[in-house]
């Protein structure tokens, strides 16, 4: 048997074994002699495929007439469409507003500083107080200001020691440890060593003045040296007009460099007027000047007057109410309502919030306390089972309600430029209320509303003459508080600008876009 034969054979075989390839329906063929399963496919002879120009051929077409004004328009297309939106781009540029220039911010206009007068009632010294520095922060502080710390006796000179510190309020390695603490967290320290805090004049008497600096020039030195960020010092129209006042000056502020953090000079006056607070940020180079304008003018007219004459100093500029003798705001703020509108106004005015400890949970002395109890734990409720007093907690949940109003106040300060250092502009005043524009280049405008009478107060607002600005017919309530007026000025709804109508007690502060 040949080799050929033998192939047939295998394939036989192989066809028998595999049903796949056994016919369908019985043993008889398709039709056409085609076994069945079978399919033929007839495939074309000369198949054509496309392979494309040449080169020769390109070049030979690319050359033609049609083509090359074809490639010329193209071309003459893409130039113009890039002109153009060049062009676009040029007048875009030059039509859009110019941003106004930031102005100089230091750490001290940033946020609002909390004074710390008693570190024991506070927290039990100065460890309680770095304890105490994430609390703080929450309150979105900028600056710590402390003491007086030191020791003296009141009105005798020959005890003032200003660079020891009363170990009842800690000692000097706590400091350190808590201006570190305190810098890792942005919040600067501030050292009160006004001299003779305890007694009836700060610089004991007006001879002892130019001995009584040369000693807080050692001191300064001393703790700026430690790490802190400033001095401040009381009765500063005293300090100032001594011969020795400029070598002061350039111990806290001298060496000030490009890209350093800048030492505060902080002064506190009380009992001048407007306009010699404004000489003294002028001729004494002060960094900041706590006043006590706000709390000794009762009326709107004389505060809005106050802002009229310093509002251009702000930056210089520090506001309290009973801060410059360390006392807290509910001193004279006697009710929440009125708290709230104080931290209102305080926040929204020209210059820096300076607040007492306990201000922000309106904290209050017992009758001859001098420096009341810190309260905390505040948002800790009572147990199940624990015994009640009705008023113990509804005082319990006011103070929660004052610190959150507080904190959300602070934090738009920080957040929105027209309140952080933008222009003022007053709208009205009267014997009981007042109200004022605050606005910075393209940012969200504001307008502080407030009514501290125990009537309701219908304010006309009206804006001066001044080029750029102008008042909207409406604005919406970012925050209120206090009784609603007959026309509601609840948060987020819309209050016509024509006249507002305040409830006694009622502060709002008021929000409209800027409008190019």
Not at 153 to 161: E, I, S, V
């Amino acid at each position: 048997m040949n080799k050929d034969t033998e192939i047939d054979m295998k394939e036989v075989e192989l066809n028998e074994l595999d049903p796949e390839k056994q016919p369908m329906t019985g043993d008889g063929q398709a039709a056409g002699g085609e076994k069945n399963g079978s399919v033929k496919l007839k495939v074309p002879e000369d198949e054509v495929t496309f392979t494309g120009l040449s080169k020769e051929e390109l070049m030979k077409v690319a050359g033609t007439p049609g083509w090359v004004r074809t490639r010329w328009v193209l071309l003459v297309l893409f130039w113009l469409g890039w002109l153009g939106m060049l062009a676009g781009a040029i007048v875009i540029i030059v039509q859009a507003p110019r941003c106004k220039p930031i102005p100089e911010m230091n750490w001290w206009n940033e946020g609002p500083l909390y004074q710390i007068s008693d570190l024991v009632a506070f927290a039990n010294g100065m460890a309680g107080v770095e304890a105490k520095l994430d609390d703080m922060n929450q309150l979105k502080v900028k600056g710590l200001v402390l003491g007086p710390l030191h020791t003296v006796q009141a009105d005798m000179q020959n005890t003032l020691d200003l660079q020891a510190i009363d170990p009842v309020q800690g000692n000097e390695k706590e400091l350190i440890t808590l201006l570190e603490k305190a810098h890792k967290k942005g919040i600067s320290v501030v050292l009160d060593l006004t001299p003779n805090y305890l007694g009836g004049a700060a610089w004991f008497s007006t001879g002892d003045t130019g001995d009584v600096i040369e000693k807080v020039m050692a001191a300064a030195q001393h703790w700026l040296g430690l790490g802190v960020d400033g001095i401040k010092i009381s009765d500063f129209t005293v300090a100032s007009n001594s011969p020795e006042w400029s070598k002061l000056q350039a111990v806290v502020q001298g060496n000030r460099t490009e890209g350093t953090k800048k030492r505060a000079l902080m002064g506190v006056v009380e009992e001048i007027s407007p306009a010699e607070v404004s000489q003294l940020v002028n001729t004494s180079g002060v960094d900041l000047i706590l006043s006590d304008l706000l709390s000794s003018k009762n009326g709107g007219v004389e505060r809005i007057k106050a802002m009229d004459t310093l509002h251009s100093q702000q930056r210089s500029l520090g506001w309290g109410l009973g801060a410059t003798k360390w006392d807290q705001l509910s001193n004279i703020a006697k009710t929440p309502s009125l708290i709230r509108l104080y931290q209102l106004l305080l926040f929204t005015m020209p210059g820096t919030p300076v607040f007492t400890y306990g201000d922000e949970i309106g904290l209050r002395a017992a009758t001859g306390e001098k420096s009341p109890q810190m309260v905390w734990d505040i948002e800790k409720e009572p147990a199940e089972e624990e015994v009640v007093y009705l008023a113990a907690e509804a005082e319990r949940k006011e103070r929660v309600a004052l610190r959150k109003w507080f904190k959300s106040l602070s934090d738009l300060r920080g957040k929105e430029r027209s309140l952080l250092h933008g222009d003022y502009y007053p709208l009205y005043s009267s014997n009981s209320s007042l109200s004022f524009l605050r606005l910075w280049d393209q940012s969200e405008r504001y307008i502080t509303a407030v009514n501290w009478g125990g009537e309701p107060e219908t304010l006309t607002l009206s804006l001066a003459p001044t080029e750029g600005v102008e008042l909207p017919k409406t604005a919406k309530v970012k925050l209120s508080a206090g009784i609603n007026s007959t026309a509601d000025a609840t948060v987020d709804s819309t209050v016509s600008l024509d006249k507002i109508t305040l409830g006694p007690g009622q502060a709002i502060l008021l929000q409209f876009p800027y409008t190019g």
